[in-house]
């Protein structure tokens, strides 16, 4: 068997545990700009295509210190965290500051960043949220060409119709390869830890696109067909975090309760990588199109679509991954999964599929306690399982 | 080995050793004339509840002033948060708030969506026990049940990115069985150099995308209804609209007087009326029997608050549960609360942008400077703006537990408001429609040490 870790695992983990450092050492290296994004929906081809490097923020493992005279204690992790790394001087890096999502709390921590530093360039082009009115593609190509104008008055470098095709192309293909470890994750042709998973997909939203591409590639090269995994473990689809990642303690503590995570549609997961930028046709429209792909492909509870329900598409998911079950890791004080989870639950549980909350922080992790309710919760779905 | 301990002696009822509150005289005045305001707004809703017994068209809405627009439709409106506030101000949130629990909202869900989702189960939970669309006689009682079912929803909700989804998910409780119309609001997030408020290129370009979405509001009320639009009666709401918002203004700025006639607290018992009441010679009585009365105070020289040593502003949203008690306790302290984001930055607070030839882009404009669809920039504008004009010592910022929209500049507009006028300030916590969030001890020992902190800066000017 091929270990995919040994063929440039290490360099990914390490952009993913310190994103700011792989901007530093980038910047240095090419004497370009950094411009940092905000998840959920940002098209980093465009700015990929005036030769920056487009980042998006992540939350840092740092305890919050200064950001907790700037933002209330009651918002999100994600939010506390990028308002603190502004305020501590960790996103001097950046050169710029591009959003599209309208994110109540997000927006808090946008205007700390504008606050704390303000001769950097920061520009809102705040994407519809509502998906499925007849102005909605519309108003989404508009900002699409706002955020065009603004990133290339930021590089000085003008976007043409050609080169963000390339960089469309660049993007997709690194989509496809994660896309083809989630594949065979979910039909046992590799094991691969939902930890390792959030490596490869949050590096990705950190590194040169082409250069985790090649590490990708040289991942999956004769990687070999794993032996299945054992059929006790009870198979699980993890489900929530719209913005930041889950921290990897908690999904390997998850996983050692006898539990194969078979699926997700965690930001930094499925949902990420889960729809392609047309290649054909006007490369700026086609950015738009992505974005209203996208909540068809996988429906964010941030999104209003009538036609669309991420409760159905979560169930449709759990069929084709055989998954028993699903915990929902919900970060404190997230607005969209506070409102959203009831209905979640209820379709779950018309269902009899077990469904397990865990809330998360930004600071520790109640381990035993978590630990006791997914043993609970598996030996639940054990015994379902044997009765059946 | 037990430990051996002494018997008590000592009694453990401690109370006696307690320091006791004496009964503290009431030292606000607050404005007569509001009384009209509650007795149109009880009015109001009780003729809501009957809506479907006379046969009419129920819209739910949440965030904006869209009624004007169904008021010309021959519509009944329910707004959300006004139904949330009113139950929290009538200390009636629980029913509601319990059934949002038991669906599984989570406390720390913004309270007026909860409340109101609450609502939505009680009220669906009557439909779904075939009582012709009206919550049954056995929870009568309880006005949280009382709500008709809606004909159809409408969502424009400025600011927040909360307020869509709570209506998707509304839409969700009553079984996506009723046509849902969102119109989307982008926040003036000044992303440009000319940007300000009521200025710069994005202020000029946004609303006119509004105002193409209103128009395809009232196309779908029009589809729903069944019945052509009445833009005469439109411009006609705006015209009493326009006439009331501009006697509001200008009795406000009459509070710029010192010691002040009317406090924050008044003008937040007149947010019903300017923000939801029907348009009509009525709403203009009132604010002219309410800008009466404040000019009559001058004459006589009446001051809301006893002994007037402080002049604070508010920021954050209203707490319902406690408008009495807050009115008292500020008062109690000598502090005026002259002014606040939430009532001088909200509801038609800009007449002059109404025009009656064409309303839409009036109501455009107005719902885009919601106080909470603005970027910091314009924010701090606008609240140093009043502070001037109100001669403002402090700012009580009300750190609302479960609306993340009203509290994101928070603690920056403190820091600006002391660095560019030498403004004091002090949070203290609370909620729009949860009393379980409000601490007494942290409003109790921030005022303090805010107006001490105003009392030294004022020796220290002395000297």
Not at chain 1, 327 to 346: D, G, N
Request: charged share 25%; glycine share 6%.
């Amino acid at each position: 068997m091929t270990d995919f870790r040994l063929r440039g695992f290490s360099r990914l983990q390490a952009a993913a545990q310190d994103p700011i450092g792989y901007a530093r050492s980038w910047k240095a290296r090419t004497g370009r700009p950094v411009i940092g994004s905000f998840p959920m929906n940002f098209p980093s081809e465009l700015v990929h295509a005036t030769g920056a490097l487009p980042l998006i923020v992540q939350e840092s493992r740092t305890p919050i210190t200064e950001g907790r005279s700037l933002l209330p204690e009651f918002y999100c992790s994600y939010t506390r965290s990028v308002a603190d790394q502004a305020a501590v001087g960790e996103l001097d890096v950046f050169d710029a500051f591009v959003l599209a999502d309208h994110c109540v709390q997000l927006l808090g921590a946008a205007d700390v960043i504008r606050w704390a530093k303000p001769e950097t360039p920061m520009h809102f082009a705040q994407f519809i949220s509502s998906m499925d009115d007849p102005w909605s593609g519309a108003q989404v190509r508009d900002k699409v060409d706002a955020l065009r104008v603004e990133v290339e008055e930021i590089v000085g470098v003008t976007v043409t119709p050609e080169v963000l095709g390339a960089s469309i192309r660049l993007f997709n293909s690194n989509r496809r390869l994660l896309r083809e470890f989630y594949d065979r994750r979910k039909s046992g042709a590799l094991r691969i830890s939902a930890g390792e998973l959030q490596v490869l997909v949050k590096s990705s939203m950190v590194m040169d696109i082409e250069e985790h591409t090649s590490i990708l590639n040289d991942m999956l090269d004769g990687l070999d067909v794993d032996s299945a995994a054992p059929a006790s473990l009870v198979r699980l689809h993890l489900s929530g975090h719209f913005c930041a990642p889950p921290r990897v303690e908690l999904l390997d503590l998850i996983e050692e309760c006898g539990v194969l995570v078979v699926n997700d549609d965690l930001y930094h997961g499925t949902r990420y990588i889960s729809t392609d930028v047309p290649e054909t046709g006007d490369p700026f429209d086609a950015l738009a199109t992505w974005y209203l792909d996208r909540n068809v492909s996988a429906p964010c509870g941030t999104r209003v679509q009538r036609n669309v329900d991420w409760d159905s598409y979560l169930v449709a998911s759990l069929e084709d991954s055989r998954a028993d079950g699903v915990i929902t890791l919900m970060a404190k004080f997230c607005e969209p999964l506070m409102l959203y989870y009831p209905e979640l639950r209820r379709v779950l549980d018309d269902r009899g599929i077990p469904v397990l909350l865990i809330e998360t922080e930004h600071e520790g992790l109640a381990a035993e306690s978590v630990r006791t309710r997914v043993e609970t919760f598996v030996e639940r779905i054990s015994r379902k399982k044997v009765a059946a | 080995m037990t430990l051996e301990l002494p018997p008590t002696r000592q009694s453990l009822d401690l109370s006696a050793t307690k320091f006791i509150t004496p009964e503290k005289p009431d030292k606000s005045n607050r404005l007569a004339s509001t009384k009209a305001g509650g007795k149109m707004v009880a009015q109001y809703w009780e003729n809501i509840f009957t809506a479907k017994e006379r046969g009419k068209h129920v819209v739910w809405y949440n965030g904006t002033a869209l009624n004007p627009i169904f008021q010309a439709a021959g519509l009944e409106w329910c707004h959300g948060e006004a139904f949330s506030a009113r139950l929290a101000a009538m200390h009636l949130e629980g029913p509601a708030q319990a059934a949002g629990e038991e669906y599984g909202y989570i406390g720390e869900l913004c309270s007026y969506a909860r409340t109101h989702l609450g609502c939505a189960v009680m009220t669906q939970k009557g439909i779904t026990e075939k009582q012709s669309g009206i919550v049954g006689m056995v929870d009568q009682d309880e006005l949280a049940a009382k709500l008709p079912s809606p004909d159809f929803f409408v969502n424009a909700y400025a600011g927040c990115s909360t307020g869509q989804q709570w209506d998707a998910m509304t839409y969700r409780v009553f079984g996506k069985e009723f046509p849902l119309f969102n119109v989307s609001l982008p926040m003036i997030w000044g992303n440009k150099k000319d940007s300000g408020y009521l200025r710069g290129s994005e202020w000029e370009k946004t609303p006119l995308y509004v105002e193409e979405q209103l128009k395809k509001l009232i196309e779908f009320i029009e589809y729903q209804t069944k019945t052509p639009f009445d833009w005469d009666a439109l411009s006609e709401n705006m015209y009493y609209i326009k006439k009331a918002s501009e006697l509001r203004l200008e009795a406000m700025a009459l509070c710029a007087a010192a010691p002040t006639p009317a406090t924050y607290w008044d003008w937040v018992a007149s947010i019903a009326p300017i923000n939801f009441l029907p348009a009509n010679q009525l709403l203009v009585d009132y604010f002219q029997g309410v800008k009466d009365e404040i000019e009559q105070r001058i004459r006589d020289n009446v001051s809301a608050v006893a002994n007037e040593r402080y002049r604070v502003y508010f920021d954050g949203i209203m707490n319902w549960n406690k408008l009495g008690f807050l009115t008292r306790k500020f008062a109690e302290y000598d502090v005026a609360v002259v002014a606040g984001r939430y009532t001088h930055d909200s509801f038609w607070q800009e007449p002059d942008l109404i025009d009656l030839d064409r309303p839409l882009l009036g109501m455009a404009q107005h719902y885009l400077i919601c106080p909470i669809n603005h970027g910091l920039k314009i924010m701090e504008e606008l609240l140093l703006k009043r502070c001037d004009e109100y001669g403002i010592d402090g700012i009580a910022f009300h750190s609302t537990r479960t609306c993340r929209a009203m509290t994101n500049p928070q603690h920056i507009l403190a820091r600006t408001a002391e660095r560019d006028r030498g403004i004091k300030s002090f949070f203290f916590e609370g909620d729009v429609a949860d009393a379980s969030f409000y601490k007494d001890e942290s409003l109790e020992s921030g005022l303090v040490a805010m107006l001490e902190s105003i009392d030294q800066q004022r020796s220290k000017a002395r000297v």
